[in-house]
C-alpha cells in the first residue's frame, strides 16, 4: 500500500506532497519508460523479419520451380477427332505426330444361358457345381438343391473367389424363356475371355464366346497393326496414353508447351520485387516520424544490394550464347530498385530459344555449371536456414529483448522499493508538520489570550 497514491498525503501538512512524491517517481521511471518502448519497438522488428523470412521463401519457392528439368519438358498434345480418340501426354516426350485407325474397340465376354419361364425358375433338383473360367483361371460356385436363377446370380457376384465377372438375370420381354442368366467380364479385352465348364441340371447353355481374339481392340499407328486388351492404350506412341471411344481415324500430335514458362519467371520477378520493397519501406526515412524504418539498423538493410548481384549473374551453360544473363529475358532495373521483365522480349526469346533458357536457369550438370536459378535458390536456403542471416536477426533481437526485460524488472522492483521507503518518510513529514501546525496554532492562541488580557488591564 506504501507505493501507491496515499490520498491524504499533505492533508496535515498543508504541502502537495503526494505530487510532489508523483512528479519524483515519474522523473526515475523515464529509464524503464525508454526501455519498454525499446522492448515494443523490438517486437515489431521480430515480426518484420519473419515478414521478409516469408517472402524471401516465396521467391526461393519460384526459384526452385525455373531450376528443376521438369519445368522445361512441358508437353501438349492434340487429337484431330475426341470423339474417336482422346489422348495425355506425360512431360518430357520427345514431339511427334502420328495416324491412328481404330478399326474395332475392346469389348467385354459374355455367356448367356438358355431362358426359363420364370425369373423365380429353379435351376436345379439336387446340390451341384455352376463352373467358369476367365482367362484361363477357374472358379466353381458350390449351388444348393433347389436353387432359383435369381438367386444364382447372387450366389456367383457374391463369391469369394470371384474372378470378375457380373452375373444378372436378364428380362429379354416374351417367350417361354424370357428369363436369361448372363455373365459378363468385368474388363474387357482375350485375357478375359469367359468359358463356361459346368452348369446345374436344370439349365442350358446358349451362347459362347466363339473367338476371344475378336474382344481385344485393333489398331493401326503408321501402318502398323496392334491388337489390345483395352480401350486406353499407353505403348504404342511413346509418352502418349490414348482414350479410344469410337471406330475411326485420328492424327494424334504432340509438341512443346512454354506457356507455363513465362508464368514462373514472372512470378520469380514478383517475388523478388516484394522482397526489395518490403525492405525499402522498413528502412528509408520517414520524415514525419524523424526516423529510418524498423530494420535500418541491421544487417537487412544490405540484402536488396546482394540479390541485385544476383539478378546480374553470367551463366554460360548455354551453346548457343542466345541466353546467359537475365537481361537477355528483358530484364530491367527500376530507379526503386525493383525490376521489370519486358514482355515482348521474353515472348520472343520463349518462343525462339527455349533451350537456351533452360540452360540458363538448370545449367549443365556434366560440365559443373550451376544454372541461375540453382544459384538463387542455393542463396536464399542459406538466408533463411536456422542458421542464416534472418535466423540471426531474429535471435539478437530476441536476446536483446530478454536482456531489456530483466533489466526493467529488476530496475522496478528498486524503483518500487524506493518509493515505498520514501512513501513513508513523507507520511512521516506529513505527521510532523501537522503536529507543528498544531503547536504553531495553541500557541498562537496563547499569545492572543495573553495579549487580551494585558489589554483588558491597561483599560482599567
Do not use: H
Not at 36 to 48: C, I, K, P, S, Y
Not at 363 to 369: A, L, M, N, R, S
Not at 425 to 453: A, C, H, I, P, W
Request: cysteine-free; aromatic content about 6%; hydrophobic content about 40%.
Amino acid at each position: 500500500m506504501a507505493t501507491g497514491t496515499i490520498s491524504t498525503l499533505g492533508v496535515g501538512s498543508g504541502l502537495e506532497l503526494q505530487s510532489i512524491l508523483d512528479q519524483l517517481k515519474a522523473v526515475d521511471k523515464e529509464l524503464i519508460t525508454r526501455k519498454e518502448n525499446e522492448v515494443t519497438a523490438l517486437g515489431v522488428q521480430l515480426n518484420e523479419f519473419t515478414v521478409v523470412n516469408n517472402l524471401l521463401l516465396t521467391m526461393k519457392s519460384a526459384a526452385l520451380d525455373l531450376s528443376l528439368s521438369s519445368t522445361y519438358f512441358n508437353r501438349t498434345v492434340t487429337s484431330s477427332d475426341e470423339s474417336v480418340a482422346t489422348a495425355t501426354v506425360i512431360s518430357g516426350t520427345a514431339e511427334q505426330s502420328g495416324s491412328v485407325s481404330v478399326e474395332r474397340l475392346a469389348s467385354k465376354s459374355a455367356w448367356l444361358a438358355s431362358g426359363m419361364s420364370e425369373k423365380d425358375s429353379l435351376v436345379n433338383t439336387v446340390e451341384g457345381l455352376f463352373r467358369y473360367s476367365l482367362g484361363g483361371a477357374e472358379v466353381s460356385v458350390t449351388v444348393p438343391a433347389d436353387t432359383k436363377l435369381s438367386d444364382l446370380a447372387d450366389l456367383i457376384n457374391s463369391d469369394q473367389n470371384n474372378a470378375g465377372v457380373t452375373a444378372k438375370v436378364i428380362d429379354t420381354g416374351s417367350g417361354s424363356e424370357r428369363y436369361q442368366l448372363m455373365l459378363q467380364a468385368d474388363a474387357p479385352g482375350s485375357t478375359n475371355s469367359i468359358s463356361i465348364a459346368e452348369i446345374p441340371d436344370l439349365m442350358a447353355m446358349q451362347r459362347q464366346e466363339a473367338n476371344a481374339e475378336a474382344l481385344d481392340a485393333k489398331l493401326v499407328v503408321d501402318n502398323v497393326t496392334y491388337y489390345r486388351g483395352s480401350n486406353t492404350v499407353d505403348d504404342v506412341m511413346p509418352g502418349v496414353t490414348l482414350n479410344f471411344q469410337k471406330i475411326g481415324d485420328v492424327s494424334i500430335a504432340v509438341a512443346s508447351d512454354n506457356s507455363g514458362l513465362a508464368e514462373k519467371i514472372t512470378s520469380f520477378v514478383t517475388a523478388y520485387n516484394d522482397v526489395v520493397q518490403e525492405i525499402s519501406n522498413n528502412t528509408k526515412y520517414d520524415s514525419e516520424k524523424g526516423s529510418f524504418g524498423i530494420l535500418a539498423r541491421t544487417t537487412l538493410r544490405d540484402l536488396p544490394y546482394a540479390l541485385q548481384n544476383l539478378m546480374t549473374k553470367s551463366v554460360d551453360a548455354d551453346s548457343a550464347k542466345k541466353v546467359t544473363t537475365f537481361f537477355d529475358l528483358g530484364l530491367e532495373f527500376n530507379r526503386d530498385g525493383t525490376i521489370s521483365i519486358n514482355q515482348d522480349v521474353l515472348s520472343a526469346a520463349i518462343a525462339a530459344t527455349p533451350d537456351s533458357i533452360s540452360a540458363f536457369f538448370t545449367g549443365d550438370q556434366e560440365k559443373g555449371i550451376s544454372g541461375f536459378a540453382d544459384t538463387v535458390n542455393d542463396y536464399l536456403r542459406e538466408a533463411t536456414g536456422g542458421s542464416g542471416q534472418i535466423a540471426a536477426e531474429k535471435t539478437g533481437a530476441q536476446t536483446r529483448i530478454d536482456d531489456l526485460n530483466l533489466s526493467i524488472e529488476a530496475q522496478t522492483q528498486r524503483l518500487d522499493k524506493r518509493y515505498e521507503i520514501l512513501t513513508k518518510q513523507f507520511v512521516e513529514l506529513d505527521r510532523y508538520m501537522s503536529q507543528m501546525k498544531s503547536m504553531g496554532n495553541y500557541l498562537t492562541g496563547q499569545f492572543d489570550s495573553l495579549s487580551n488580557m494585558l489589554s483588558g488591564s491597561s483599560n482599567k
